[in-house]
Protein backbone atom coordinates (compact mmCIF):
# COMPACT_ATOMS: atom_id res chain seq x y z
CA UNK A 1 0.00 0.00 0.00
CA UNK A 2 2.80 2.24 0.93
CA UNK A 3 4.55 0.89 -2.05
CA UNK A 4 1.58 1.97 -3.93
CA UNK A 5 1.27 6.10 -3.06
CA UNK A 6 4.94 6.12 -3.91
CA UNK A 7 4.36 5.34 -7.41
CA UNK A 8 1.63 7.80 -7.32
CA UNK A 9 3.33 10.06 -5.87
CA UNK A 10 6.56 10.11 -8.25
CA UNK A 11 3.86 10.10 -11.31
CA UNK A 12 2.92 13.39 -9.86
CA UNK A 13 5.68 14.80 -9.81
CA UNK A 14 6.34 13.83 -13.21
CA UNK A 15 3.51 15.38 -14.51
CA UNK A 16 4.22 18.28 -12.64
CA UNK A 17 7.61 18.47 -14.46
CA UNK A 18 5.95 17.92 -17.48
CA UNK A 19 3.58 20.70 -16.73
CA UNK A 20 6.46 22.72 -16.25
CA UNK A 21 8.41 22.08 -19.02
CA UNK A 22 5.55 22.67 -21.47
CA UNK A 23 5.22 25.72 -19.82
CA UNK A 24 8.66 27.00 -19.61
CA UNK A 25 8.64 25.92 -23.31
CA UNK A 26 5.91 27.72 -24.24
CA UNK A 27 7.29 30.97 -22.76
CA UNK A 28 10.30 30.46 -24.63
CA UNK A 29 8.65 30.17 -28.22
CA UNK A 30 6.41 33.44 -26.88
CA UNK A 31 9.73 34.94 -26.75
CA UNK A 32 11.53 33.51 -29.62
CA UNK A 33 8.38 34.60 -31.55
CA UNK A 34 8.30 38.41 -29.98
CA UNK A 35 12.14 38.79 -30.82
CA UNK A 36 11.84 37.26 -33.97
CA UNK A 37 8.82 39.85 -34.83
CA UNK A 38 10.80 43.15 -33.85
CA UNK A 39 13.58 41.77 -36.03
CA UNK A 40 11.54 41.11 -39.27
CA UNK A 41 9.73 44.64 -38.83
CA UNK A 42 12.96 46.44 -38.28
CA UNK A 43 14.50 44.23 -41.01
CA UNK A 44 11.68 45.81 -43.62
CA UNK A 45 11.92 49.22 -42.34
CA UNK A 46 15.75 49.42 -43.44
CA UNK A 47 14.82 47.37 -46.88
CA UNK A 48 12.18 50.08 -47.34
CA UNK A 49 14.23 53.20 -46.58
CA UNK A 50 16.83 51.94 -48.87
CA UNK A 51 14.63 51.55 -51.46
CA UNK A 52 13.33 54.89 -50.87
CA UNK A 53 16.74 56.69 -50.89
CA UNK A 54 17.64 54.43 -54.37
CA UNK A 55 14.80 55.61 -55.60
CA UNK A 56 15.28 59.45 -54.84
CA UNK A 57 19.02 58.62 -56.39
CA UNK A 58 17.51 57.60 -59.35
CA UNK A 59 15.42 60.38 -59.86
CA UNK A 60 17.85 62.77 -59.23
CA UNK A 61 20.46 61.38 -61.73
CA UNK A 62 17.17 60.95 -64.16
CA UNK A 63 16.08 64.31 -63.47
CA UNK A 64 19.80 65.54 -63.97
CA UNK A 65 20.63 63.91 -67.34
CA UNK A 66 17.21 65.01 -68.52
CA UNK A 67 18.12 68.84 -67.33
CA UNK A 68 21.34 68.55 -68.88
CA UNK A 69 20.19 67.29 -72.20
CA UNK A 70 17.12 69.81 -71.70
CA UNK A 71 19.96 72.56 -71.07
CA UNK A 72 22.01 71.30 -74.03
CA UNK A 73 19.15 71.38 -76.57
CA UNK A 74 17.85 75.09 -75.46
CA UNK A 75 21.86 76.40 -75.90
CA UNK A 76 21.64 74.60 -79.23
CA UNK A 77 18.63 76.82 -80.43
CA UNK A 78 20.16 79.94 -79.32
CA UNK A 79 23.40 79.47 -80.59
CA UNK A 80 21.75 78.46 -84.07
CA UNK A 81 19.02 81.74 -83.67
CA UNK A 82 22.11 83.75 -82.87
CA UNK A 83 23.84 82.30 -86.06
CA UNK A 84 20.59 83.36 -88.50
CA UNK A 85 20.54 86.62 -86.53
CA UNK A 86 24.13 87.91 -87.63
CA UNK A 87 23.16 86.53 -91.29
CA UNK A 88 20.09 88.30 -91.41
CA UNK A 89 21.61 91.66 -89.91
CA UNK A 90 25.16 91.00 -92.16
CA UNK A 91 25.65 94.41 -93.36
CA UNK A 92 24.47 94.77 -96.89
CA UNK A 93 27.65 96.60 -98.81
CA UNK A 94 28.21 96.15 -102.55
CA UNK A 95 25.46 95.32 -104.93
CA UNK A 96 23.26 97.78 -102.33
CA UNK A 97 21.15 100.00 -104.59
CA UNK A 98 21.20 103.48 -103.61
CA UNK A 99 17.98 105.75 -104.76
CA UNK A 100 16.98 102.08 -106.01
CA UNK A 101 19.83 103.09 -108.89
CA UNK A 102 22.83 103.71 -108.39
CA UNK A 103 24.68 99.83 -107.39
CA UNK A 104 27.62 99.92 -104.94
CA UNK A 105 30.16 97.91 -106.84
CA UNK A 106 33.14 96.25 -105.63
CA UNK A 107 36.59 97.21 -107.01
CA UNK A 108 38.86 94.82 -104.61
CA UNK A 109 40.14 93.09 -107.97
CA UNK A 110 41.98 96.70 -108.51
CA UNK A 111 43.29 96.91 -104.60
CA UNK A 112 44.66 93.39 -104.24
CA UNK A 113 45.99 93.83 -107.92
CA UNK A 114 48.18 96.54 -106.55
CA UNK A 115 48.82 95.26 -103.07
CA UNK A 116 49.91 92.21 -104.87
CA UNK A 117 52.08 93.85 -107.34
CA UNK A 118 50.46 91.26 -110.02
CA UNK A 119 47.61 93.33 -112.20
CA UNK A 120 47.76 89.85 -115.20
CA UNK A 121 44.14 88.87 -114.27
CA UNK A 122 42.43 92.07 -114.23
CA UNK A 123 40.12 92.44 -117.17
CA UNK A 124 40.84 94.70 -120.08
CA UNK A 125 38.13 97.16 -118.01
CA UNK A 126 40.00 96.46 -115.12
CA UNK A 127 43.21 97.10 -116.05
CA UNK A 128 42.08 100.43 -117.47
CA UNK A 129 40.74 101.73 -113.91
CA UNK A 130 44.13 100.02 -112.45
CA UNK A 131 46.17 102.19 -114.24
CA UNK A 132 44.49 105.59 -113.76
CA UNK A 133 44.57 104.65 -109.84
CA UNK A 134 47.76 103.88 -109.80
CA UNK A 135 48.86 106.98 -111.80
CA UNK A 136 46.71 109.13 -109.31
CA UNK A 137 47.79 107.69 -106.16
CA UNK A 138 51.43 107.36 -106.68
CA UNK A 139 51.63 110.95 -108.00
CA UNK A 140 49.59 112.08 -105.33
CA UNK A 141 51.05 110.20 -102.11
CA UNK A 142 54.36 110.77 -103.38
CA UNK A 143 56.98 111.90 -100.32
CA UNK A 144 53.91 110.72 -97.63
CA UNK A 145 55.22 108.83 -95.44
CA UNK A 146 52.27 109.04 -92.81
CA UNK A 147 48.61 106.92 -93.41
CA UNK A 148 46.56 110.19 -92.25
CA UNK A 149 48.60 112.50 -95.40
CA UNK A 150 48.28 109.83 -97.68
CA UNK A 151 44.31 109.93 -96.95
CA UNK A 152 44.31 113.61 -96.90
CA UNK A 153 45.82 114.09 -99.90
CA UNK A 154 43.58 111.42 -102.24
CA UNK A 155 40.75 113.43 -100.21
CA UNK A 156 41.81 116.73 -101.60
CA UNK A 157 42.68 115.29 -105.12
CA UNK A 158 38.83 114.15 -105.39
CA UNK A 159 37.49 117.39 -103.51
CA UNK A 160 39.73 119.55 -106.77
CA UNK A 161 39.29 117.31 -109.61
CA UNK A 162 35.65 115.40 -109.44
CA UNK A 163 32.46 117.80 -109.47
CA UNK A 164 29.21 116.65 -108.38
CA UNK A 165 26.35 115.50 -110.66
CA UNK A 166 23.53 117.80 -111.08
CA UNK A 167 23.68 118.34 -107.23
CA UNK A 168 21.67 114.79 -106.74
CA UNK A 169 21.67 111.37 -107.05
CA UNK A 170 19.82 111.95 -110.31
CA UNK A 171 21.98 110.89 -114.11
CA UNK A 172 20.20 113.71 -116.23
CA UNK A 173 20.15 112.79 -119.92
CA UNK A 174 23.77 113.17 -121.02
CA UNK A 175 25.75 112.34 -118.03
CA UNK A 176 28.01 109.58 -118.16
CA UNK A 177 26.06 106.66 -117.43
CA UNK A 178 28.86 105.35 -115.02
CA UNK A 179 28.76 108.26 -112.60
CA UNK A 180 28.63 106.11 -109.88
CA UNK A 181 31.74 104.20 -110.70
CA UNK A 182 35.43 104.28 -109.88
CA UNK A 183 35.89 103.98 -114.01
CA UNK A 184 33.28 106.30 -114.73
CA UNK A 185 33.97 109.14 -112.09
CA UNK A 186 37.97 109.24 -112.95
CA UNK A 187 37.27 109.05 -116.70
CA UNK A 188 34.30 111.40 -116.52
CA UNK A 189 35.38 113.77 -113.56
CA UNK A 190 31.62 113.91 -112.20
CA UNK A 191 30.18 111.19 -109.97
CA UNK A 192 26.89 111.11 -107.56
CA UNK A 193 27.67 110.25 -103.93
CA UNK A 194 27.85 106.24 -104.89
CA UNK A 195 30.65 107.21 -107.13
CA UNK A 196 32.54 109.25 -104.65
CA UNK A 197 32.40 106.68 -101.94
CA UNK A 198 33.51 103.37 -103.82
CA UNK A 199 36.56 105.62 -105.71
CA UNK A 200 37.48 106.87 -102.16
CA UNK A 201 37.21 103.07 -100.93
CA UNK A 202 39.14 101.68 -103.92
CA UNK A 203 41.96 104.71 -103.04
CA UNK A 204 42.28 103.32 -99.27
CA UNK A 205 42.09 99.75 -99.93
CA UNK A 206 44.99 100.88 -102.29
CA UNK A 207 46.78 101.99 -99.72
CA UNK A 208 46.20 98.40 -97.42
CA UNK A 209 43.27 100.42 -95.56
CA UNK A 210 40.17 98.92 -94.03
CA UNK A 211 36.87 100.76 -95.45
CA UNK A 212 33.23 100.13 -95.04
CA UNK A 213 30.66 102.32 -97.36
CA UNK A 214 28.01 103.59 -95.04
CA UNK A 215 24.40 103.99 -96.92
CA UNK A 216 21.31 104.41 -96.54
CA UNK A 217 18.76 104.38 -99.51
CA UNK A 218 19.42 107.54 -100.42
CA UNK A 219 22.85 108.60 -99.61
CA UNK A 220 26.55 106.67 -99.37
CA UNK A 221 29.81 107.59 -98.31
CA UNK A 222 33.23 106.23 -96.09
CA UNK A 223 33.97 105.53 -93.09
CA UNK A 224 37.97 104.07 -92.87
CA UNK A 225 40.04 103.03 -89.91
CA UNK A 226 43.38 104.62 -89.23
CA UNK A 227 46.64 103.80 -87.63
CA UNK A 228 45.36 104.62 -84.08
CA UNK A 229 43.07 101.61 -84.34
CA UNK A 230 40.11 103.85 -84.69
CA UNK A 231 37.47 104.23 -87.23
CA UNK A 232 36.83 107.74 -89.22
CA UNK A 233 33.81 109.01 -91.43
CA UNK A 234 34.08 111.06 -94.60
CA UNK A 235 31.26 112.29 -97.09
CA UNK A 236 33.25 113.98 -100.13
CA UNK A 237 30.10 114.52 -102.17
CA UNK A 238 28.32 116.79 -99.25
CA UNK A 239 31.85 119.15 -98.91
CA UNK A 240 31.86 118.84 -102.91
CA UNK A 241 28.49 119.52 -103.50
CA UNK A 242 28.31 122.79 -100.68
CA UNK A 243 32.03 123.94 -101.40
CA UNK A 244 33.30 123.47 -97.45
CA UNK A 245 36.10 121.68 -97.51
CA UNK A 246 36.81 119.43 -94.65
CA UNK A 247 33.68 119.29 -93.08
CA UNK A 248 33.08 115.87 -93.37
CA UNK A 249 36.51 114.85 -93.26
CA UNK A 250 37.04 112.32 -90.48
CA UNK A 251 34.42 112.95 -88.51
CA UNK A 252 32.43 111.07 -85.86
CA UNK A 253 29.38 108.96 -85.81
CA UNK A 254 27.92 111.21 -83.41
CA UNK A 255 28.02 114.50 -86.06
CA UNK A 256 27.33 111.91 -89.14
CA UNK A 257 24.22 110.78 -87.08
CA UNK A 258 23.43 114.14 -86.76
CA UNK A 259 22.84 114.88 -90.57
CA UNK A 260 21.79 110.98 -92.06
CA UNK A 261 19.46 108.55 -90.80
CA UNK A 262 21.05 105.34 -91.17
CA UNK A 263 21.78 101.50 -89.27
CA UNK A 264 24.95 101.25 -88.12
CA UNK A 265 24.18 98.30 -85.70
CA UNK A 266 26.73 96.27 -88.38
CA UNK A 267 29.09 98.69 -88.40
CA UNK A 268 32.41 99.29 -86.39
CA UNK A 269 31.98 102.51 -84.42
CA UNK A 270 33.37 105.47 -85.88
CA UNK A 271 34.72 107.30 -82.36
CA UNK A 272 38.33 108.49 -83.53
CA UNK A 273 38.95 112.13 -82.64
CA UNK A 274 42.59 112.10 -83.52
CA UNK A 275 42.61 112.43 -87.34
CA UNK A 276 39.64 114.36 -87.47
CA UNK A 277 40.67 117.43 -89.40
CA UNK A 278 38.84 120.17 -87.48
CA UNK A 279 40.90 118.56 -84.39
CA UNK A 280 44.23 118.30 -86.48
CA UNK A 281 43.59 122.21 -87.39
CA UNK A 282 41.90 123.89 -85.09
CA UNK A 283 43.36 127.41 -83.68
CA UNK A 284 43.03 127.73 -79.73
CA UNK A 285 40.75 130.55 -78.56
CA UNK A 286 40.88 131.67 -74.87
CA UNK A 287 36.85 132.43 -75.46
CA UNK A 288 33.81 133.56 -77.93
CA UNK A 289 35.19 136.72 -78.11
CA UNK A 290 37.94 136.12 -79.70
CA UNK A 291 35.70 134.22 -82.76
CA UNK A 292 35.27 138.18 -84.96
CA UNK A 293 38.61 139.09 -85.30
CA UNK A 294 40.03 135.74 -86.81
CA UNK A 295 36.38 135.33 -88.38
CA UNK A 296 37.88 139.02 -90.26
CA UNK A 297 41.12 137.46 -90.58
CA UNK A 298 40.07 134.38 -92.27
CA UNK A 299 37.64 136.50 -94.77
CA UNK A 300 40.71 138.68 -95.82
CA UNK A 301 42.90 135.73 -95.93
CA UNK A 302 40.04 134.04 -98.61
CA UNK A 303 39.85 131.15 -96.18
CA UNK A 304 36.61 128.99 -96.84
CA UNK A 305 36.81 127.29 -93.49
CA UNK A 306 38.67 127.75 -89.72
CA UNK A 307 38.26 125.91 -86.52
CA UNK A 308 38.46 127.17 -82.83
CA UNK A 309 39.23 125.18 -80.08
CA UNK A 310 37.82 126.26 -76.87
CA UNK A 311 40.73 126.92 -74.26
CA UNK A 312 38.06 125.27 -71.38
CA UNK A 313 35.65 123.42 -72.49
CA UNK A 314 32.60 125.38 -72.93
CA UNK A 315 29.08 124.89 -71.35
CA UNK A 316 25.90 124.52 -73.16
CA UNK A 317 25.32 128.31 -72.33
CA UNK A 318 28.92 129.38 -74.23
CA UNK A 319 27.91 127.03 -76.87
CA UNK A 320 24.54 128.81 -77.70
CA UNK A 321 25.94 132.30 -76.60
CA UNK A 322 28.62 131.12 -79.87
CA UNK A 323 25.87 130.52 -81.95
CA UNK A 324 24.56 133.64 -81.31
CA UNK A 325 27.85 135.36 -81.97
CA UNK A 326 27.56 133.90 -85.48
CA UNK A 327 24.21 135.18 -86.06
CA UNK A 328 25.28 138.43 -85.02
CA UNK A 329 28.74 138.29 -87.12
CA UNK A 330 25.72 137.52 -89.99
CA UNK A 331 23.53 140.54 -88.87
CA UNK A 332 26.89 142.86 -89.54
CA UNK A 333 27.71 141.28 -92.77
CA UNK A 334 24.07 142.28 -94.00
CA UNK A 335 24.62 145.58 -92.38
CA UNK A 336 27.96 146.25 -94.36
CA UNK A 337 26.25 145.58 -97.52
CA UNK A 338 27.98 145.19 -100.79
CA UNK A 339 31.76 145.47 -99.68
CA UNK A 340 33.88 143.44 -101.74
CA UNK A 341 35.42 141.78 -99.25
CA UNK A 342 32.35 140.28 -98.16
CA UNK A 343 31.03 139.57 -101.49
CA UNK A 344 27.15 138.32 -100.38
CA UNK A 345 28.85 136.18 -98.01
CA UNK A 346 27.46 134.72 -94.73
CA UNK A 347 28.62 132.12 -91.95
CA UNK A 348 27.63 128.78 -90.66
CA UNK A 349 28.67 126.70 -88.35
CA UNK A 350 29.06 123.12 -87.23
CA UNK A 351 30.74 121.32 -83.67
CA UNK A 352 33.13 118.71 -83.26
CA UNK A 353 34.70 116.13 -80.11
CA UNK A 354 38.33 116.82 -80.24
CA UNK A 355 40.90 115.22 -78.45
CA UNK A 356 41.02 115.32 -74.61
CA UNK A 357 37.10 115.60 -75.26
CA UNK A 358 38.06 119.22 -75.99
CA UNK A 359 34.93 120.82 -78.05
CA UNK A 360 35.73 122.80 -81.55
CA UNK A 361 33.88 124.78 -83.40
CA UNK A 362 34.27 125.18 -87.32
CA UNK A 363 33.16 128.39 -89.34
CA UNK A 364 32.63 128.36 -92.70
CA UNK A 365 32.65 131.51 -94.50
CA UNK A 366 29.98 131.18 -97.80
CA UNK A 367 29.50 133.52 -100.54
CA UNK A 368 27.88 133.09 -103.84
CA UNK A 369 31.00 132.26 -105.64
CA UNK A 370 32.28 129.73 -103.79
CA UNK A 371 29.11 127.71 -103.22
CA UNK A 372 29.10 124.63 -104.80
CA UNK A 373 25.50 123.27 -105.78
CA UNK A 374 25.50 124.58 -109.06
CA UNK A 375 28.59 124.03 -109.86
CA UNK A 376 28.14 124.37 -113.62
CA UNK A 377 26.79 127.28 -113.69
CA UNK A 378 28.19 130.33 -115.10
CA UNK A 379 28.56 133.65 -113.41
CA UNK A 380 26.62 135.51 -117.11
CA UNK A 381 23.69 132.64 -116.13
CA UNK A 382 23.83 133.31 -112.81
CA UNK A 383 23.51 137.14 -113.08
CA UNK A 384 20.94 136.34 -115.63
CA UNK A 385 18.76 134.69 -113.24
CA UNK A 386 19.32 137.12 -110.50
CA UNK A 387 17.76 139.77 -112.85
CA UNK A 388 14.72 138.07 -114.28
CA UNK A 389 13.77 137.34 -110.36
CA UNK A 390 14.36 140.37 -108.94
CA UNK A 391 13.02 142.22 -111.93
CA UNK A 392 9.70 140.48 -111.28
CA UNK A 393 9.60 140.85 -107.30
CA UNK A 394 11.61 144.06 -106.99
CA UNK A 395 13.80 141.98 -104.51
CA UNK A 396 17.89 141.92 -104.85
CA UNK A 397 18.18 137.91 -104.40
CA UNK A 398 21.32 136.67 -104.72
CA UNK A 399 21.00 133.12 -106.34
CA UNK A 400 23.91 130.46 -105.10
CA UNK A 401 24.56 128.88 -101.75
CA UNK A 402 24.51 132.23 -100.86
CA UNK A 403 20.31 133.57 -101.42
CA UNK A 404 19.84 132.39 -98.01
CA UNK A 405 22.23 134.30 -96.23
CA UNK A 406 21.80 135.87 -92.70
CA UNK A 407 21.48 132.92 -90.48
CA UNK A 408 23.45 130.75 -88.97
CA UNK A 409 22.91 127.29 -88.93
CA UNK A 410 21.33 125.38 -85.88
CA UNK A 411 24.08 124.78 -83.19
CA UNK A 412 24.08 121.04 -81.68
CA UNK A 413 23.71 119.32 -78.51
CA UNK A 414 26.19 118.53 -76.12
CA UNK A 415 25.94 115.50 -73.46
CA UNK A 416 26.55 115.97 -70.09
CA UNK A 417 29.65 113.90 -71.01
CA UNK A 418 30.99 116.61 -73.77
CA UNK A 419 30.33 114.90 -76.41
CA UNK A 420 29.89 117.25 -79.13
CA UNK A 421 27.18 117.01 -82.33
CA UNK A 422 27.08 118.92 -85.05
CA UNK A 423 23.67 120.85 -86.00
CA UNK A 424 21.04 120.20 -88.38
CA UNK A 425 20.80 120.96 -92.04
CA UNK A 426 17.66 120.85 -93.62
CA UNK A 427 18.89 121.68 -97.12
CA UNK A 428 21.82 119.22 -97.42
CA UNK A 429 21.80 117.61 -100.93
CA UNK A 430 22.03 113.79 -100.93
CA UNK A 431 23.67 111.48 -103.23
Known amino acids: MAKNKENESKVKEEEVKSVEIAA ?25 SACCLVGIAYLIITTGNQNASTNKFIKGQIDRQLKEDEKTSEYIEDGFLVGEEYEIKSTKAISDAYLSGDASGLSEQDKKLYDMAVEILERETKGLTDTYSKEKAIYEWIYDNIKTSGGSTVVLAGDDANTYTPLGVLTGKKAVCVGYATTFRMFMQMLGLEVHIVHNDYHSWDMVKLDDGKWYQTDIYTDVSSSH ?59 SINFFRFKTKPSEVIISATEMMVGGLNSAFSELGNEDFLNGAYLSSNWYKGENDSIIVGIAYITAENGGEYPDVDKETKKKIEDSINSTFKTSVIVGDGEYGGESANAGDVSDEGEALEEGSENKPKG
Do not use: H, R, W
Open 24 to 48: KTESKDKSIKVKTGVSVAATFAVIL
Open 245 to 303: EYVYFNVNDTFMKEQNDYDASSLPAADGTKYCYANQEAVEIADMYDIPKAVKKMIKNKE
